[in-house]
C-alpha cells in the first residue's frame, strides 16, 4: 500500500471503506488477465456493497477467464480532500491500482442524484469527464442500471448505457471490447458494433433537434444505430447467477445481510413506479433454488440475517413454503428470516407464523394513498379493509411497530386524500387498542411520506411534479392532523425531490448543468449533508435552463420524449391508457388476475406470469 494512503487512512472516518481485504473478494493475477475492469458505485461503500445487484454482476464477470473486475467506491469527503491534497488518484479495492489504467470504467447507477458522484469519480480517476475528449479505446466508460433507461443527462459523459437486466448483456460487451483490444479497433469502430448489441445504447450515434419551445423535434439515428435500443432480460431466473460466495465486509454496511432475489419484476402495476414497469415480464425462481442459494450463502457468510427480496416479495406464490423450507435451518443457527415491504392485501396468519419464528422487527406497509380513490388512481389495488385486516393480525400475533408509507402530490391529489392518510394512521392506532395482543410495550407508527417524483416508462411520465410551495403547504396540512401521540410522521426533503424530478424526465442538455454543478462542489448529492439546491439553481441560471421546465410542465401525447429511442417492452399506448384510467380512478387487475396488453409478453412468447 502506498505510504500516503497509510497515512491518510488513520485520518478518515471509516478507513476500512478504502482498504479492501474482505473475505470472498476476488484476486487474481494480472498477468493472467487481459481485460480490467473497474465496477464503479457512484456512492459510499456502505451503499455500494448492500446492493444485490451489484454483487451479482461483480460474480459473473469474475467468472469469466481473463477478466478481472474489480470495485470502486465513491470516498466520503474527507477521503476525497485527502486524496487529492496528496495527489493520489481513485484506486480499486482489489489491487489498489488507479483506476485510470483499466480496461472499461463501468458505473451502475440506480439513482439520479448519483451523477453528480459520477464526474467526481472521473474526476478522482483523472479521467477527462466527456466522452469526445476521451479519444482512445481505453478507458471506456459505460454505465447500466435503472437510471439508465433515460441516460440523456449523462450522454456527453459516457460512451454507452446498458438498458436492462446485465447477467447477460455485459458479459457480450466485455467481449467485443476483447476482440476490439486485440484487433486494434479504433474507439468509433467499436462503438458502431457495440450499438447493434440488443441492449446497448451509445448516445453520440443519436442526434437530437429541438423546436424554439425547448421541446424535442427529433432523435434521429446514425452510422447504423437502431432507431430504437430494446432492453436485455433474463429469461430463466434459475439459470441465472446468484453470488452465493458473496463478499464480507469489513465494515457495517446498511443491507449487513444474505439476499435472496425470489423474483424478478412485478404483477401490480401501480402506476407511480418505474421499476414495476421496466422489469417486467415477471420471472420467478423456483422454491428449491432459492432454499439451495439461502442455505449455501448463510453457510458461507455466516450472516445472521437473510432477506427474502423482490419488488413485491409477497406476491410469490410458494412464500409461506419457502419460509418453511429455509425455517430449521434458520433457526438452528440463530438467523432471522426476514421479509421487506409487505403488501396489505396477502399479510396472513400463515406468513406471520413464520416470521414470527425470528425477533419481531417492525412490520412495513405501503399503502401509498389515504383513501381509496387515490389508491385506485395510482392502481395500488389495495383497500381499506386490507390494511386493517392486516393490522389486525400484526396486533394480535404480538407486533407493536409498523411504517407506513405513503406519497403527497400524486397525480389528482385534493386536500381530502391528504388528510385521508391522517385518518388511516388514526385507524391503525384504533386497530391496535382493539386488538393488540400485547399492550405492555406500547405502540409505534412510524409514518413517512415521499414527494412524487415523475419518472420515465410509467402512466405518469407526462404528469407535472407540483411546486415546492403547494408540496410544503401538504406537509404542514398533514402534520397538524397527525394528532396521536404513538405517531411519528417524517417527511422527504423537498430540495432533493425537485431536483430528482427535473433529472428523471431531463435531456441531453442538462450535461452542461451536470458539469457545472460539479465544477461547483456537487459530489455527493444522494446525502442531504452534501446537497445544496442553491448551487444547482446557480447551474441552471448560468446555463440558461429553467429546471421547472423538466420538474413541472405537463407533456402532451404528441411530444417527442428524450427516452423515445428506449423500449422497456411496454408500450407508450398502454401507459398512456393507463394515465387515462388514473383520472378517472379506475384500477387495472394484477398481471396474474388478467393480462392487460402491456406488451412485455412479447418476452416470454406471450406468457408473463410464473406460478
Not at 118 to 132: K, T
Not at 434 to 447: D, I, Q, S
Request: proline share 4%.
Amino acid at each position: 500500500m502506498d505510504k500516503r494512503l497509510e497515512r491518510i487512512l488513520l485520518q478518515v472516518q471509516k478507513p476500512a471503506r478504502y482498504v479492501g481485504g474482505e473475505y470472498n473478494e476476488v484476486k487474481k493475477d494480472r498477468r493472467a488477465v487481459d481485460l480490467r475492469f473497474a465496477f464503479c458505485f457512484p456512492d459510499t461503500y456502505e451503499i455500494g456493497m448492500s446492493n444485490l445487484g451489484f454483487r451479482i454482476l461483480y460474480g459473473v464477470l469474475n467468472e469469466m477467464p481473463g477478466v478481472w473486475c474489480e470495485r470502486v467506491f465513491a470516498p466520503w469527503t474527507d477521503m476525497e480532500a485527502a486524496l487529492r491534497e496528496n495527489g493520489i488518484p481513485l484506486y480499486a479495492l482489489e489491487s489498489g491500482d488507479p483506476v485510470a489504467e483499466f480496461d472499461i470504467v463501468a458505473f451502475s447507477v440506480g439513482y439520479e442524484m448519483a451523477y453528480t458522484a459520477m464526474l467526481n469519480m472521473l474526476d478522482l480517476a483523472g479521467l477527462p469527464l466527456r466522452s469526445a475528449e476521451r479519444t482512445a479505446l481505453t478507458p471506456l466508460v459505460i454505465a447500466g442500471g435503472t437510471a439508465m433507461y433515460n441516460a440523456e443527462p449523462v450522454a456527453d459523459f459516457i460512451d454507452l448505457a446498458l438498458i436492462g437486466e446485465g447477467e447477460d448483456l455485459l458479459p457480450e460487451v466485455v467481449e467485443l471490447y476483447r476482440r476490439a483490444k486485440k484487433e486494434s479497433w479504433d474507439k468509433s469502430r467499436f462503438l458502431r458494433a457495440a450499438a447493434q448489441i440488443q441492449g446497448v445504447y451509445v448516445p453520440a450515434l443519436y442526434d437530437v433537434s429541438y423546436h424554439g419551445d425547448g421541446t424535442i423535434a427529433a432523435i434521429t439515428a446514425r452510422d447504423g444505430a437502431p432507431e430504437t435500443v430494446v432492453k436485455r432480460v433474463v429469461h430463466d431466473m434459475d439459470r441465472s447467477y446468484y453470488p452465493v460466495k458473496t463478499i464480507v465486509p469489513s465494515t457495517e454496511i446498511v443491507h449487513d445481510r444474505v439476499t435472496l432475489e425470489v423474483f424478478r419484476g412485478c404483477i401490480r402495476g401501480c402506476r407511480f413506479c418505474q421499476a414495476g414497469y421496466v422489469y417486467r415480464p415477471v420471472r420467478s425462481r423456483s422454491r428449491d433454488r432459492l432454499a439451495e442459494y439461502g442455505k449455501a450463502a448463510i453457510q458461507d457468510s455466516g450472516y445472521q440475517e437473510m432477506t427474502l427480496s423482490s419488488l413485491s416479495t409477497s406476491d410469490y406464490p410458494d412464500l409461506v413454503e419457502l419460509c418453511d423450507d429455509l425455517a430449521a435451518f434458520c433457526e438452528q443457527r440463530h438467523v432471522n428470516l426476514s421479509l421487506p415491504s409487505l403488501r396489505a392485501d396477502n399479510f396472513s396468519m400463515e406468513l406471520m407464523q413464520r416470521l414470527q419464528r425470528g425477533r419481531k422487527a417492525g412490520l412495513t406497509f405501503a399503502p401509498e394513498a389515504g383513501t381509496q380513490r387515490l389508491r385506485d388512481a395510482i392502481n395500488k389495488n389495495v383497500t381499506e379493509e386490507d390494511l386493517t385486516e392486516s393490522l389486525k393480525t400484526a396486533f394480535s400475533g404480538g407486533w407493536n411497530a409498523v411504517k407506513l408509507y405513503f406519497m403527497l402530490g400524486l397525480p389528482t391529489e385534493t386536500d381530502e386524500d391528504v388528510l385521508g392518510i391522517a385518518e388511516t394512521v388514526n385507524h391503525a392506532v384504533h386497530t391496535w387498542r382493539e386488538y393488540a395482543g400485547n399492550k405492555n410495550r406500547g405502540l409505534r407508527v412510524t409514518v413517512s411520506t415521499s414527494w412524487f417524483v415523475p419518472k420515465p416508462f410509467t402512466a405518469f411520465q407526462w404528469e407535472p411534479q407540483i411546486s415546492r410551495t403547494e408540496y410544503d403547504r401538504r406537509v404542514k396540512l398533514l402534520r397538524e392532523a397527525l394528532t396521536a401521540k404513538a405517531v411519528t410522521y417524517n417527511w422527504h426533503d423537498g430540495d432533493v425531490s425537485f431536483l430528482e424530478a427535473v433529472l428523471a424526465r431531463g435531456d441531453r442538455r442538462l450535461g452542461k448543468v451536470l458539469e457545472s454543478a460539479f465544477r461547483k462542489g456537487a459530489h455527493l448529492d444522494a446525502w442531504s449533508d452534501c446537497f445544496d439546491l442553491d448551487r444547482w439553481m446557480e447551474a441552471f441560471a448560468g446555463c440558461g435552463l429553467d429546471p421547472a421546465f423538466y420538474a413541472c410542465r405537463e407533456r402532451t401525447r404528441e411530444e417527442i420524449l428524450p427516452w423515445s429511442m428506449i423500449s422497456c417492452y411496454v408500450s407508450d399506448d398502454y401507459l398512456w391508457r393507463q394515465r387515462e384510467l388514473a383520472h378517472q380512478s379506475v384500477v387495472t387487475p394484477d398481471c396474474r388476475t388478467r393480462c392487460s396488453g402491456c406488451g412485455a409478453n412479447v418476452v416470454e412468447g406471450g406468457e408473463c406470469c410464473h406460478g
